[in-house]
Protein backbone atom coordinates (compact mmCIF):
# COMPACT_ATOMS: atom_id res chain seq x y z
CA UNK A 1 0.00 0.00 0.00
CA UNK A 2 2.91 2.07 1.19
CA UNK A 3 4.36 1.78 -3.06
CA UNK A 4 1.33 2.75 -4.35
CA UNK A 5 0.46 6.00 -2.43
CA UNK A 6 4.50 6.60 -3.00
CA UNK A 7 3.77 6.20 -7.21
CA UNK A 8 0.40 8.44 -6.70
CA UNK A 9 2.39 11.30 -4.90
CA UNK A 10 5.14 10.73 -7.61
CA UNK A 11 2.34 11.43 -10.57
CA UNK A 12 0.88 13.96 -8.53
CA UNK A 13 4.04 15.84 -8.30
CA UNK A 14 4.54 14.98 -12.13
CA UNK A 15 1.34 16.07 -13.41
CA UNK A 16 2.55 20.21 -14.33
CA UNK A 17 5.20 18.87 -16.15
CA UNK A 18 2.76 16.26 -18.00
CA UNK A 19 0.31 18.84 -19.06
CA UNK A 20 3.18 20.09 -20.94
CA UNK A 21 3.40 16.92 -23.00
CA UNK A 22 0.04 16.65 -23.22
CA UNK A 23 -0.16 20.19 -25.04
CA UNK A 24 2.36 19.41 -27.41
CA UNK A 25 0.96 16.13 -28.39
CA UNK A 26 -2.57 16.43 -28.37
CA UNK A 27 -3.85 18.90 -30.72
CA UNK A 28 -7.84 20.31 -30.76
CA UNK A 29 -10.24 17.82 -32.81
CA UNK A 30 -10.83 20.82 -35.53
CA UNK A 31 -7.04 20.56 -36.22
CA UNK A 32 -7.00 16.64 -37.21
CA UNK A 33 -8.15 15.21 -39.66
CA UNK A 34 -11.53 12.80 -39.90
CA UNK A 35 -12.29 9.67 -41.47
CA UNK A 36 -14.90 11.58 -43.54
CA UNK A 37 -12.05 13.34 -45.18
CA UNK A 38 -10.66 10.16 -46.93
CA UNK A 39 -14.06 8.59 -48.11
CA UNK A 40 -16.35 8.64 -50.52
CA UNK A 41 -19.07 11.03 -49.99
CA UNK A 42 -22.62 9.26 -49.36
CA UNK A 43 -23.79 12.89 -51.17
CA UNK A 44 -22.40 13.14 -53.91
CA UNK A 45 -22.87 12.19 -56.85
CA UNK A 46 -19.77 10.44 -57.96
CA UNK A 47 -20.14 8.23 -54.59
CA UNK A 48 -21.31 5.32 -56.63
CA UNK A 49 -18.11 5.31 -58.56
CA UNK A 50 -16.15 6.14 -56.17
CA UNK A 51 -17.07 3.07 -54.29
CA UNK A 52 -16.44 1.23 -57.36
CA UNK A 53 -13.03 2.80 -57.62
CA UNK A 54 -12.13 1.56 -53.91
CA UNK A 55 -13.39 -2.14 -54.59
CA UNK A 56 -11.26 -1.98 -57.63
CA UNK A 57 -7.82 -0.81 -56.39
CA UNK A 58 -8.72 -3.48 -53.04
CA UNK A 59 -9.05 -6.64 -55.12
CA UNK A 60 -5.91 -5.86 -56.86
CA UNK A 61 -3.84 -6.05 -53.64
CA UNK A 62 -1.74 -9.07 -52.40
CA UNK A 63 -3.64 -11.66 -50.27
CA UNK A 64 -1.32 -11.22 -47.44
CA UNK A 65 -1.06 -7.49 -47.76
CA UNK A 66 -4.56 -7.28 -47.19
CA UNK A 67 -5.07 -9.75 -44.41
CA UNK A 68 -2.78 -7.82 -42.64
CA UNK A 69 -4.95 -4.44 -42.93
CA UNK A 70 -8.02 -6.37 -41.50
CA UNK A 71 -6.34 -7.81 -38.58
CA UNK A 72 -4.25 -4.53 -37.88
CA UNK A 73 -8.00 -2.98 -38.11
CA UNK A 74 -9.65 -5.27 -35.70
CA UNK A 75 -6.57 -4.37 -32.95
CA UNK A 76 -7.87 -0.50 -33.85
CA UNK A 77 -11.13 -1.72 -33.00
CA UNK A 78 -10.80 -2.87 -29.59
CA UNK A 79 -10.39 0.99 -28.28
CA UNK A 80 -12.88 0.58 -25.41
CA UNK A 81 -10.86 -2.31 -23.67
CA UNK A 82 -7.54 -0.05 -23.78
CA UNK A 83 -9.42 2.40 -22.06
CA UNK A 84 -10.83 0.13 -19.61
CA UNK A 85 -7.52 -0.36 -18.20
CA UNK A 86 -5.90 2.48 -18.80
CA UNK A 87 -8.24 4.14 -16.57
CA UNK A 88 -7.48 1.49 -13.66
CA UNK A 89 -3.77 3.29 -13.95
CA UNK A 90 -2.37 4.76 -10.26
CA UNK A 91 -2.21 8.72 -10.57
CA UNK A 92 -5.25 9.05 -13.06
CA UNK A 93 -8.08 10.95 -12.30
CA UNK A 94 -11.13 10.16 -13.87
CA UNK A 95 -13.11 12.85 -11.68
CA UNK A 96 -11.25 15.57 -11.97
CA UNK A 97 -9.58 14.87 -15.33
CA UNK A 98 -6.08 15.43 -14.59
CA UNK A 99 -3.09 16.07 -17.19
CA UNK A 100 -3.19 12.23 -17.38
CA UNK A 101 -6.29 11.47 -17.92
CA UNK A 102 -6.80 14.39 -20.53
CA UNK A 103 -3.98 12.78 -22.31
CA UNK A 104 -5.81 8.99 -22.06
CA UNK A 105 -9.33 10.60 -23.21
CA UNK A 106 -7.63 12.08 -26.15
CA UNK A 107 -5.38 9.21 -27.27
CA UNK A 108 -8.15 7.10 -27.41
CA UNK A 109 -10.31 9.50 -29.26
CA UNK A 110 -7.74 9.56 -31.33
CA UNK A 111 -7.69 6.24 -32.28
CA UNK A 112 -11.40 5.65 -32.60
CA UNK A 113 -10.56 7.43 -35.82
CA UNK A 114 -8.50 4.73 -36.88
CA UNK A 115 -10.85 1.94 -36.60
CA UNK A 116 -13.73 3.95 -38.29
CA UNK A 117 -11.86 4.84 -41.32
CA UNK A 118 -10.79 1.24 -41.88
CA UNK A 119 -13.47 -0.69 -40.81
CA UNK A 120 -15.99 1.65 -43.12
CA UNK A 121 -12.93 1.22 -45.93
CA UNK A 122 -13.04 -2.38 -45.44
CA UNK A 123 -17.03 -2.51 -46.04
CA UNK A 124 -16.90 -0.45 -49.00
CA UNK A 125 -13.70 -2.68 -50.28
CA UNK A 126 -16.37 -5.46 -51.12
CA UNK A 127 -13.47 -8.04 -50.08
CA UNK A 128 -13.96 -8.90 -46.55
CA UNK A 129 -17.09 -11.31 -45.06
CA UNK A 130 -17.80 -8.14 -42.43
CA UNK A 131 -19.87 -10.48 -40.11
CA UNK A 132 -16.70 -12.90 -39.52
CA UNK A 133 -14.39 -9.57 -39.12
CA UNK A 134 -16.98 -8.08 -36.58
CA UNK A 135 -17.53 -11.66 -34.91
CA UNK A 136 -13.39 -11.27 -34.45
CA UNK A 137 -14.01 -7.85 -32.83
CA UNK A 138 -16.46 -8.71 -30.61
CA UNK A 139 -14.32 -11.62 -29.40
CA UNK A 140 -11.57 -9.57 -28.93
CA UNK A 141 -13.73 -7.15 -26.64
CA UNK A 142 -15.27 -9.54 -24.82
CA UNK A 143 -12.15 -11.37 -24.09
CA UNK A 144 -9.87 -8.69 -22.83
CA UNK A 145 -6.10 -9.26 -22.50
CA UNK A 146 -3.35 -9.33 -20.09
CA UNK A 147 -0.01 -7.52 -21.06
CA UNK A 148 1.94 -7.68 -17.76
CA UNK A 149 1.45 -3.67 -16.94
CA UNK A 150 -1.22 -4.22 -13.84
CA UNK A 151 -1.99 -0.98 -12.37
CA UNK A 152 1.55 0.89 -12.78
CA UNK A 153 2.40 4.10 -14.24
CA UNK A 154 5.55 3.02 -15.48
CA UNK A 155 4.71 -0.34 -16.71
CA UNK A 156 2.07 1.22 -18.36
CA UNK A 157 3.99 3.87 -20.01
CA UNK A 158 6.62 1.11 -21.36
CA UNK A 159 3.98 -0.49 -23.05
CA UNK A 160 2.45 2.10 -24.87
CA UNK A 161 5.95 3.57 -25.78
CA UNK A 162 6.65 0.34 -27.53
CA UNK A 163 3.17 -0.70 -29.31
CA UNK A 164 2.66 2.52 -30.65
CA UNK A 165 6.25 2.69 -32.10
CA UNK A 166 5.25 -0.82 -33.14
CA UNK A 167 2.12 0.05 -35.06
CA UNK A 168 3.74 3.14 -36.42
CA UNK A 169 6.01 0.66 -38.22
CA UNK A 170 2.80 -1.60 -39.52
CA UNK A 171 0.81 0.91 -41.09
CA UNK A 172 3.71 2.89 -42.35
CA UNK A 173 5.20 -0.60 -43.96
CA UNK A 174 1.21 -1.32 -45.61
CA UNK A 175 0.86 2.00 -46.87
CA UNK A 176 4.45 1.59 -48.84
CA UNK A 177 3.42 -1.62 -49.79
CA UNK A 178 -0.45 -0.49 -50.96
CA UNK A 179 1.17 2.39 -52.79
CA UNK A 180 3.85 0.11 -54.55
CA UNK A 181 0.64 -2.21 -55.80
CA UNK A 182 -0.89 1.11 -57.29
CA UNK A 183 -3.42 1.56 -54.27
CA UNK A 184 -2.26 5.18 -53.54
CA UNK A 185 -5.83 6.83 -51.72
CA UNK A 186 -5.08 3.29 -48.83
CA UNK A 187 -1.38 4.43 -48.49
CA UNK A 188 -2.26 7.68 -47.92
CA UNK A 189 -5.09 6.35 -45.02
CA UNK A 190 -2.62 4.12 -43.66
CA UNK A 191 0.15 7.17 -43.83
CA UNK A 192 -2.07 9.40 -42.02
CA UNK A 193 -2.58 6.68 -39.17
CA UNK A 194 0.90 6.00 -38.89
CA UNK A 195 1.89 9.62 -38.22
CA UNK A 196 -0.93 9.74 -35.47
CA UNK A 197 1.42 6.54 -33.65
CA UNK A 198 4.49 7.87 -34.20
CA UNK A 199 3.23 10.94 -32.09
CA UNK A 200 1.47 9.26 -29.10
CA UNK A 201 4.75 7.29 -28.80
CA UNK A 202 6.49 10.20 -28.60
CA UNK A 203 4.13 11.46 -25.75
CA UNK A 204 4.53 8.06 -24.28
CA UNK A 205 8.27 8.13 -24.34
CA UNK A 206 7.81 11.80 -22.76
CA UNK A 207 6.26 10.24 -20.02
CA UNK A 208 8.57 7.67 -19.25
CA UNK A 209 11.77 10.19 -19.49
CA UNK A 210 9.92 12.79 -17.15
CA UNK A 211 9.05 9.68 -14.84
CA UNK A 212 12.74 8.72 -14.79
CA UNK A 213 13.61 11.68 -13.29
CA UNK A 214 11.17 11.36 -10.29
CA UNK A 215 12.00 7.52 -9.64
CA UNK A 216 14.56 6.19 -11.34
CA UNK A 217 14.93 2.76 -10.18
CA UNK A 218 11.12 1.86 -10.59
CA UNK A 219 10.63 3.25 -13.57
CA UNK A 220 13.98 0.55 -14.77
CA UNK A 221 12.42 -1.99 -13.01
CA UNK A 222 9.09 -1.85 -14.66
CA UNK A 223 11.29 -1.31 -17.44
CA UNK A 224 12.87 -4.38 -17.46
CA UNK A 225 9.72 -6.16 -15.94
CA UNK A 226 7.67 -5.47 -19.17
CA UNK A 227 10.64 -7.17 -21.28
CA UNK A 228 10.72 -10.34 -19.55
CA UNK A 229 7.48 -10.43 -20.14
CA UNK A 230 7.64 -9.62 -23.74
CA UNK A 231 5.73 -7.07 -25.12
CA UNK A 232 2.56 -8.69 -26.51
CA UNK A 233 0.50 -6.56 -29.27
CA UNK A 234 -3.21 -5.96 -28.03
CA UNK A 235 -4.94 -8.04 -30.49
CA UNK A 236 -2.66 -11.28 -29.63
CA UNK A 237 -5.83 -12.86 -28.28
CA UNK A 238 -7.74 -12.39 -31.19
CA UNK A 239 -9.63 -15.24 -32.65
CA UNK A 240 -12.14 -16.23 -35.65
CA UNK A 241 -15.46 -17.43 -34.86
CA UNK A 242 -15.28 -21.33 -33.58
CA UNK A 243 -11.13 -21.11 -32.60
CA UNK A 244 -9.65 -20.65 -30.02
CA UNK A 245 -8.33 -17.28 -28.70
CA UNK A 246 -4.72 -16.50 -29.88
CA UNK A 247 -3.98 -18.97 -32.81
CA UNK A 248 -5.59 -16.48 -34.92
CA UNK A 249 -3.14 -13.76 -33.92
CA UNK A 250 -0.14 -16.52 -35.25
CA UNK A 251 -1.22 -16.40 -38.66
CA UNK A 252 -1.98 -12.51 -38.99
CA UNK A 253 1.84 -12.00 -37.57
CA UNK A 254 2.99 -14.79 -40.33
CA UNK A 255 1.58 -12.74 -42.91
CA UNK A 256 3.18 -9.57 -41.51
CA UNK A 257 6.29 -11.12 -41.19
CA UNK A 258 6.59 -12.83 -45.17
CA UNK A 259 5.59 -9.21 -46.07
CA UNK A 260 8.31 -7.77 -43.52
CA UNK A 261 5.88 -5.58 -42.77
CA UNK A 262 6.63 -6.31 -38.85
CA UNK A 263 9.05 -8.97 -37.87
CA UNK A 264 11.33 -10.10 -35.17
CA UNK A 265 14.13 -7.55 -35.92
CA UNK A 266 11.61 -5.01 -35.78
CA UNK A 267 10.89 -5.75 -32.16
CA UNK A 268 15.00 -5.71 -31.31
CA UNK A 269 14.88 -2.38 -33.33
CA UNK A 270 12.32 -0.92 -31.29
CA UNK A 271 14.17 -2.28 -28.04
CA UNK A 272 17.20 -0.25 -28.75
CA UNK A 273 14.99 2.48 -29.75
CA UNK A 274 13.88 3.36 -26.64
CA UNK A 275 17.54 1.91 -24.75
CA UNK A 276 18.67 5.19 -26.21
CA UNK A 277 15.58 7.12 -26.02
CA UNK A 278 15.81 6.68 -22.12
CA UNK A 279 19.52 6.85 -22.34
CA UNK A 280 19.77 3.45 -20.38
CA UNK A 281 23.33 2.71 -21.07
CA UNK A 282 24.21 6.10 -19.18
CA UNK A 283 21.77 6.13 -16.51
CA UNK A 284 23.17 6.18 -12.72
CA UNK A 285 21.47 6.92 -9.28
CA UNK A 286 20.19 3.69 -9.40
CA UNK A 287 19.60 0.84 -6.54
CA UNK A 288 21.42 -1.92 -7.06
CA UNK A 289 18.77 -4.13 -7.81
CA UNK A 290 17.58 -1.69 -10.75
CA UNK A 291 21.04 -1.42 -11.64
CA UNK A 292 21.34 -5.21 -12.26
CA UNK A 293 17.84 -4.44 -14.29
CA UNK A 294 19.58 -1.93 -16.23
CA UNK A 295 22.53 -4.67 -17.28
CA UNK A 296 20.14 -6.98 -18.26
CA UNK A 297 17.94 -4.78 -20.69
CA UNK A 298 21.67 -3.33 -22.53
CA UNK A 299 22.52 -7.37 -23.23
CA UNK A 300 19.06 -8.41 -23.95
CA UNK A 301 18.72 -6.69 -27.74
CA UNK A 302 21.89 -9.28 -28.38
CA UNK A 303 20.42 -12.25 -26.56
CA UNK A 304 16.99 -11.26 -28.59
CA UNK A 305 18.95 -11.09 -32.42
CA UNK A 306 20.30 -14.98 -31.02
CA UNK A 307 16.50 -16.08 -30.85
CA UNK A 308 15.49 -14.26 -33.94
CA UNK A 309 17.90 -16.22 -36.20
CA UNK A 310 16.98 -19.64 -35.18
CA UNK A 311 13.35 -18.72 -35.71
CA UNK A 312 11.68 -19.76 -39.38
CA UNK A 313 8.36 -18.38 -40.62
CA UNK A 314 5.75 -20.62 -42.29
CA UNK A 315 5.44 -19.83 -45.83
CA UNK A 316 1.85 -21.35 -46.08
CA UNK A 317 -1.16 -18.73 -46.29
CA UNK A 318 -3.48 -19.06 -43.66
CA UNK A 319 -7.18 -18.66 -45.03
CA UNK A 320 -8.56 -15.72 -43.00
CA UNK A 321 -13.20 -16.06 -42.71
CA UNK A 322 -12.65 -12.34 -42.50
CA UNK A 323 -12.03 -12.47 -46.20
CA UNK A 324 -13.80 -13.76 -49.26
Known amino acids: MTKILEVIEIMKDAEPRALQIVNQYLPKPEDLWQPADFLPDSQS ?6 VNEIQELSHALEYDLFSVLVGDTVTEEALPTYQTWL ?4 GFDQQNSNAWARWLRGWTAEENRHGDLLHTYLYLSG ?8 LTIQYLLQDGFFVGMEHSPYKSFVYTSFQELATNITHRRVATLCKKQGNA ?3 KICGAIASDEMRHANAYMDFISLLFEYNPSDVMRAFGAMMKHGILMPGHMMRESGCPQGELFEHFSNSATRLEIYTGQDYV ?4 KLLQRWDIENR ?3 DDDAEKVREYLLK ?3 RLEAVIRRSRIPQERHRFKWLN
Do not use: C, I
Not at 87 to 90: F, G, I, K, V
Not at 127 to 134: A, C, D, L, S
Not at 269 to 272: A, G, V
Open 127 to 134: RVNMKEFQ
Open 45 to 50: EEFESQ
Open 300 to 302: LPR
Open 87 to 90: MQTE
Open 269 to 272: YLLN
Open 284 to 286: RGL
Open 185 to 187: PLA
